[in-house]
């Protein structure tokens, strides 16, 4: 465990301390709080433009950091040597790289978060300000919280985390990260509303499961493929899922107050099993296989 | 196999493929080598005469493609048989985020130590390798020496009965040098086993109880280095320089 805990560190903090990550990160904030702010007030259901940005960002950015973290994280392990020093020690191939796999799911798992607990706010900022503009018909003034929230989110975590490498030397890419599920935390956390947070999680699962495969498609390939090759086949497998973005569409259920069915989620996610467990074993056959030089 | 032999190969030969399969070099061939439990045992070679596939073989890196490795009696690629061994890789091979003290406490992770004995550990060698002013800053902005220090005391946090260095004086002033050579020695008085290669001759010299010379992925020689009743350079360029000096005098005509 004391093992794999380091391998699950150290890809943590290797990932999140990626500017890419960083930047589709404050990206998909950005998006998921602007953008309901132009129209979320003209569409009759007032939340539904929020709640379509904030899935739209967590599908899109969420395949763009599970992509890119994983392929990045295990080649650089493969061409720079860590792997070999690592696995001069006594770690399993298969333990090394299962864990690895886990540090890449966690950090993606962060972003997922991060994107769930802002669409959370957005959304609730959405509902609350459709109320208020249907009663006074006051639409402009409605722009103004969200714009300060998109603002806070996105650029505050940025301002506290270079002010605290300036004077601690605390790391800026992973401490922005950390900045941003904690200021979206706390703004989920004021006004919370159990029944909306019961409705809009669920989707946000369904949303967000379908990254995992691709990260573990990315671990696999990587591991055995450079990093272009593996791109390509980790494309391919992406491809494949195109049907999973039901899963997205199921958001409409959400319309008028509806909820995605609990049951529909798990059996959703149980289907989902399988295309993660498999290329994992691929993965694991593949670092078994070849020599780590 | 004899009792005291911490590594142990044996009709050992690797040849490397391309995508087609086809052989594309034999980088070790026929290797025989016995490493005793307590011994500094020097491997010695010119560039591509197969010391680091000898090496990567060892720790379970690379599979041979006919012969046996056996490492505490086991199986290379088995767990249990790396426990006990710290390994100093050529280049030094480091997470170029993490700080010295984060990269020490990531090997004390792999080999299963408890965080308050890798604590304590990661500070005493952190002071060791006179590094303890840059601990936290991250290793990816250190100098080749510094980065070779903190790979030292990676290699070292387990305390491995067995501790293989590749090429450990690469890149460190004349000082540090000696300290290493100073360490491995206290190393080996202490009972530790210390596989090493160097390209340094006289390094090897000072602190090797025995060497293998390899030249083309075979044993030329192989004995104690009292024995060889000259100096090991001479010794070394009488068994492989000879090649070398006719390629280059026939360029130079």
Redesign the interface.
């Known amino acids: 465990m ?2 794999g ?3 699950v ?2 890809t943590v ?2 990932i999140l ?1 990626e500017p890419l990550v960083l930047l589709v990160t404050v990206a998909s904030v950005a998006i998921a709080a602007l953008a309901p702010a132009m129209h979320y007030h003209q569409f009759g259901d007032p939340s539904r433009m929020a709640r379509d940005a904030g899935l739209s960002a967590l599908l899109l950015g969420g395949a763009a950091t599970a992509f890119s973290g994983t392929v990045r994280t295990f080649r650089r392990e493969m061409e ?3 792997a ?9 191939r298969t333990a090394f790289f299962l864990w690895k796999f886990a540090g890449c799911a966690v950090s993606y798992s962060l972003f997922a978060a991060i994107m769930s607990l802002v669409s959370l706010i957005v959304v609730r900022g959405a509902e609350i300000g459709g109320a208020i503009a249907a009663e006074k018909g006051d639409v402009a003034r409605l722009w103004g919280p969200s714009l300060a929230f998109a603002v806070a989110v996105a650029v505050v975590p940025l301002v506290a985390s270079a002010a605290l490498n300036r004077f601690a ?1 605390f ?1 800026f890419v992973l401490v922005a990260n950390v900045i941003s599920l904690v200021v979206a935390a706390i703004g989920a956390m004021y006004d919370f509303d159990p029944a909306l947070a019961g409705r809009l999680v669920p989707a946000f699962m369904l949303a967000a499961s379908p990254a995992l495969v691709i990260v573990a498609a990315a671990a696999a390939f990587a591991v055995r493929f450079k990093a272009n090759a593996a791109s390509s086949l980790v494309a391919i497998v992406a491809a494949c899922m195109l049907p999973l973005l039901g899963n997205y569409c199921l958001s409409d259920a959400l319309a008028d107050g509806g909820r995605v069915p609990w049951m529909y989620i798990v059996a959703a996610l149980a289907a989902l099993l399988p295309a993660i467990v498999a290329p994992l074993a691929v993965g694991v056959a593949f670092i078994n296989g070849q ?3 | 196999m004899n009792d005291d032999a911490v590594i142990a190969l044996t009709g050992v030969k690797k040849t490397f493929r391309d995508f087609w399969l086809r052989p594309t070099v034999n980088a070790v061939d026929g290797l025989d080598l016995t490493v005793r439990r307590g011994e500094v045992f020097g491997l010695l070679g010119p560039n591509g005469s197969g010391k680091s596939t000898t090496i990567k073989m060892i720790l379970g890196l690379l599979a041979p493609t006919s012969g046996n490795v056996s490492l505490f009696g086991m199986s290379p690629r088995s767990v249990a048989s790396r426990a006990k061994l710290g390994y100093l890789p050529e280049l030094s091979y480091l997470h170029p985020f993490l700080t010295a003290r984060e990269t020490i406490m990531y090997y004390a992770g792999l080999c299963g130590l408890e965080r308050s004995v890798a604590k304590t550990r990661t500070r005493e060698l952190l002071e060791m390798v006179k590094m303890q002013d840059v601990s936290n800053r991250a290793v990816g902005g250190f100098s080749k020496g510094m980065a070779r220090r903190v790979a030292l005391a990676s290699a070292l946090v387990g305390k491995p009965e067995l501790l293989v260095l590749d090429e450990p004086t690469s890149g460190l002033d004349p000082v540090s040098t000696k300290e290493v050579k100073t360490l491995v020695k206290a190393l080996a008085r202490n009972g530790m086993t210390v596989l090493i290669t160097s390209h340094l001759l006289a390094d090897a010299e000072d602190i090797c109880d025995r060497v293998m010379i390899l030249n083309h992925g075979k044993s030329v020689a192989e004995g104690r280095v009292s024995d060889l009743g000259e100096s090991l350079e001479d010794f070394f360029l009488a068994k492989v320089g000879d090649v070398d000096d006719f390629v280059l005098a026939d360029f130079l005509s």
């Open positions: 004391r093992r805990r380091a391998i560190c150290a903090l290797e301390g720079t040597g860590t070999q020093a690592a696995l001069a020690h006594s770690v399993s030397r790391r020599d780590v030089q």
